[in-house]
């Protein structure tokens, strides 16, 4: 069966035809071997996006399948990522509380967003802008959120809380000072899940560590009962501040609510008025005026509650049964009055709303997990959050692009497969896209994943169409399973996987290779921490410096006087302590002629004719010279005018298509004309020491004389 170039474009997936046999049995195995890797591990991302564990499930089903089927690296392994998420829970948890119903509906908006930047870059082909974020960039941003992935986890290994404010490093500090509380049964699952990963990963790397450390922990945790919960109201507490903090609280909560409604209907009534009599009519000014008014109120109060909710969740209580089946109370550790026996366990409120109190006295585990398929709907779009969610929505694009190619490439050499960029744009993005439209935040490709894929031996993109059936079958049959699965477990399985993306050795190797890049690297890795939980502020500044170290260094390149080697050849006079002629100056320009560096152009050649002023001729070298743009051309027919009219010639050599084409459609080289442009510098020197011998000049001690070509035979 043949199938037509245009065919294949479109439906990348039909270069797998004739397919079945052998192929079909280990893309079958595969595809099986990953989706026992995927499965935990899309939950565990899935928290570290700040969504509920089961809607990594969701973008573990249709993308991971899209990707494959629309890409062009039949390995490549898609799904929930460790640093895709993390971004998206950075871009998100400053407008709408982590797994709230408003933080999944902006995940999924943002995973829309992704997909149509990454489809529309695919499609116009300009993946190149991804080498606008160099490597050392990558590495530095990589290295530093790599460490705020496994310090992000370190709370629910111990099963302690943790604060979410502007300022990641406070977080963790807060972290660390709760230490002391840590719940040992949940430091013992997580601490078991580590110890089973890392002795599979040492001794037997072919079995699924990931799902034989869940299995075993979720087996324990059902059987020693690790979840303990219970419910409360705000009367039930006994210590003062715990309650006046829990009604404050309460009470704000209300208030949000009530400035959300009361801006919700101003925003409709604005419109209506905008579009009646104008976006600069007096009403609609005042009401625009009086939403921006409600809009700081609200940011306050929210503020208020977020730091109200990190005093609340740090209290421990010890719960004391109510005489005569009254309500137990609850008083704080170590508090409880004499006579009043507490029931043996440490509790801490893990929600509070409307007066209700959710306690929890134990491990925290995944809980229920919706049975069936995600619903499949248009994904809710805010035009409100759009311009709040646009950069984010690049800076995912083009790590998870760069993230996903890199991969797609590394695998690429060892299966000798061609890959292409563009065509993985589209399958990135149209995966995105599915998974927008089927309840899932943004996925790229991913490397461990993907290691496995290969290593099982996955010969086409149909092994993840596979691990995506079987991750449907989870979906269907098995979520029940998973409802003891302790959440400590989940942040091992995170701990495990970001481990191997810390290379210090990587950041090293690009000092050495350049000091710009190692600054760029170190400076992105710097910003990333301090930026946190803003890690898109962290990846511009790398971005943005490596740019500018660029340009810096483009504005000024090397320039050479050359002189005659002992060994014939021209080199650097001053690196070589080589003589200098008489008769010539000659400069070698290492670098494009363009707008930057045109005045350094200027300077240096200057500089190096009034260092030889008894020299009449100048040979410029061009071979370095690989751009010539209009500033580059005016500076270039300036020089050689005026040092015309200082009895100097400009001989030029080496200069390349590209430069003589433009130096031809501006004139310039008809007017320094095809005499004294050369294909060498041996060729040009040679003509400028026979013009000097035709005009009488004694040019034998001359240390650029073209030497005497030998003759064999």
Not at 126 to 153: E, K, W
Request: hydrophobic share 50%; no cysteine; net charge neutral.
């Amino acid at each position: 069966m043949t199938v037509s170039p245009r065919l294949k474009s479109l439906l990348p997936f039909l270069r797998w035809l004739p397919y079945g046999g052998a192929t079909l049995r280990a893309d079958f195995l595969a595809g099986l071997t990953v989706a026992l890797v995927l499965v935990p591990q899309s939950m565990a991302y899935a928290q570290l996006a700040g969504m509920p564990a089961y809607y990594g499930l969701y973008a573990a089903f249709l993308p991971v399948m899209v990707a494959a089927l629309w890409g062009s690296s039949n390995q490549l392994g898609t799904g929930p990522v460790a640093v895709v998420s993390l971004l998206t829970a950075s871009a998100l948890t400053p407008l709408a509380a982590s797994g709230s119903e408003a933080f999944v509906a902006l995940a999924i908006m943002l995973a829309l967003l992704v997909g149509i930047v990454q489809l529309v870059l695919g499609v116009f082909k300009l993946g190149i802008i991804v080498n606008f974020l160099s490597h050392p960039v990558i590495v530095g941003f990589t290295n530093a959120a790599a460490m705020i992935i496994g310090l992000s986890q370190v709370n629910k290994l111990i099963g302690v809380p943790m604060g979410r404010s502007e300022h990641f490093i406070e977080d963790i500090w807060g972290v660390a000072k709760l230490a002391g509380d840590t719940h040992l049964p949940t430091l013992a699952m997580g601490a078991t899940a580590i110890a089973i990963m890392w002795a599979i990963r040492r001794k037997a790397p072919r079995l699924p560590g990931v799902l034989i450390a869940v299995a075993v922990t979720t087996a324990a945790s059902w059987l020693i009962g690790f979840e303990r919960n219970a419910t409360a109201t705000i009367d039930q507490v006994a210590e003062p501040e715990a309650r006046a903090l829990l009604t404050e609280f309460v009470r704000t909560e209300s208030r949000i609510k009530e400035i959300n409604e009361q801006i919700a209907a101003r925003a409709i009534e604005l419109k209506t008025l905008q579009k009646q009599r104008g976006e600069l009519s007096h009403e609609a000014v005042t009401l625009n005026y009086e939403v921006d008014l409600l809009r700081l109120q609200l940011k306050d109060r929210e503020d208020e509650n977020r730091r109200r909710n990190r005093a609340i969740r740090s209290f421990v209580f010890e719960r004391v049964a109510g005489p005569d089946g009254k309500a137990s109370e609850l008083f704080a550790e170590g508090r409880v009055p004499a006579g009043k026996v507490a029931d043996g366990h440490r509790w801490r409120i893990a929600r509070a709303a409307q007066g209700d109190m959710r306690l929890t006295g134990g491990g925290e585990v995944v809980g229920r997990v919706p049975e069936g398929l995600p619903s499949v709907s248009l994904p809710a779009v805010s035009w409100d959050m759009l311009g709040s969610l646009l950069s984010a929505a690049i800076v995912i694009s083009l790590v998870g692009f760069m993230e996903a190619i890199s991969i797609a490439k590394a695998m690429a050499a060892k299966t000798k497969q061609k890959i292409d960029p563009s065509q993985e744009l589209i399958g990135q993005g149209l995966a995105n896209i599915v998974g927008s439209f089927t309840q899932a935040f943004p996925v790229s490709g991913s490397f461990s994943r993907s290691a496995v894929n290969i290593n099982a031996g996955a010969l086409t993109g149909m092994s993840s169409v596979f691990t995506g059936l079987f991750v449907l079958l989870t979906l269907l049959f098995l979520t029940p399973l998973l409802y003891h699965l302790p959440q400590a477990v989940l942040a091992a399985v995170i701990i495990m996987a970001v481990i191997g993306l810390i290379n210090i050795e990587a950041v090293k190797h690009a000092w050495k290779a350049s000091k710009h890049d190692g600054v760029a690297a170190v400076v992105t890795f710097v910003a990333t921490l301090a930026a946190a939980p803003h890690l898109d502020s962290g990846i511009m500044i790398g971005a943005g410096l490596a740019i500018g170290l660029y340009l810096y260094r483009t504005m000024s390149p090397r320039v050479a006087i050359l002189g005659r080697h002992a060994d014939g050849s021209l080199r650097d006079a001053a690196v070589h302590h080589l003589p200098a002629s008489e008769l010539v100056t000659a400069v070698r320009f290492d670098g494009r002629l363009y707008f930057a560096n045109v005045s350094f152009f200027e300077d240096a050649i200057l500089e190096a004719v009034a260092a030889n002023p008894k020299a009449p001729y100048l040979l410029v070298v061009g071979n370095g010279i690989n751009e010539l743009d209009a500033s580059g051309e005016e500076v270039m027919r300036h020089l050689v005018e005026r040092l015309r009219g200082n009895g100097v010639t400009v001989v030029f050599s080496g200069l390349k298509k590209q430069v003589i084409d433009v130096m031809t459609a501006t004139g310039l080289f008809e007017y320094i004309s095809q005499r004294h442009v050369f294909a060498t510098a041996d060729m040009a020197l040679e003509a400028i020491h026979t013009w000097a011998a035709e005009r009488g000049q004694d040019n034998s001690a001359s240390p650029l004389r073209p030497l005497p070509v030998k003759r064999f035979g």
